[in-house]
C-alpha cells in the first residue's frame, strides 16, 4: 500500500497537474472538426456523426462504472498507448503495444485540448449502483 501510494506522489505524478477550465460546445466542435468520429461515436448523443469504419468503432461517454478521471482522459489522447482499454482485442486496438488511435500531438493547441477534455468529461455518467444479491452480515 505504502509504495503504491509513493507512486501517484513521486516527481514524476501527474498530481498537481490541471488545465483550465473548458467550454464544452466549443470541445464538441473540436471533437467533429478533428475528425475523432471517424473511430468513435457518442454513446449519448447520435445527432453526431457515427464512424462509417470496418475497423474502429469505439463509443465514448454513456454509463461507465467507473468514471475516468481528467488526467486518465487527457492521458487517452495524447498518450493513447499509455493505457489501452480493456474490453477489446488487443491486436485489433494496438499494433506492438502502440494505439492505432490517430496522433494529435503536433496539431491540436492546447487550447483545442482544454475544450475537448471538458466536453468529453461531461459525456459520462457513474451507472447506478446495484446492490448485490448476497445478505449483508452487519
Ligand atoms: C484512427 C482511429 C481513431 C481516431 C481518429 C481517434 N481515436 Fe480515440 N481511440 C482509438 C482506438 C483504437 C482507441 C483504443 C486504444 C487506445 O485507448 O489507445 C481509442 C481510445 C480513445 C479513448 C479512450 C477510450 C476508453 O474507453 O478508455 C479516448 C478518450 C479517445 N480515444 C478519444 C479520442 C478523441 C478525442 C479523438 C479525436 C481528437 C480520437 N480519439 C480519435 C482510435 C481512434
Redesign the pocket.
Known amino acids: 500500500m505504502l509504495s503504491l501510494a509513493g507512486c501517484d506522489t513521486g516527481p514524476k505524478s501527474g498530481k498537481g497537474f490541471t488545465l483550465p477550465e473548458g467550454d464544452p460546445q466549443m470541445g464538441r466542435q473540436v ?1 467533429i472538426g ?3 468520429t ?3 461515436f457518442l454513446a449519448n448523443d447520435s445527432t453526431v456523426k457515427q464512424p462509417d469504419n470496418p475497423q ?1 468503432s ?1 463509443p ?1 461517454g454513456g454509463e461507465v462504472r467507473r468514471i ?1 478521471t481528467y488526467g486518465e ?1 487527457v492521458t ?2 495524447i498518450n ?2 499509455h493505457s ?2 480493456s474490453g ?1 482485442q488487443k491486436e485489433a ?2 499494433d506492438n503495444g502502440q ?4 496522433n ?1 500531438n503536433d496539431i ?1 493547441t492546447v487550447t483545442q485540448l482544454t475544450h ?1 477534455i471538458t466536453f ?1 468529461q461531461d459525456q459520462y455518467e457513474l451507472q447506478p449502483f446495484e446492490p448485490s444479491m448476497y445478505p449483508s452480515f452487519h
Open positions: 471533437f478533428m475528425q475523432c471517424d473511430c468513435h474502429f469505439i465514448l475516468q482522459l487517452s489522447v493513447p498507448s489501452l482499454p477489446y486496438i494496438s494505439s492505432r488511435m490517430r494529435y491540436m475537448l468529453l
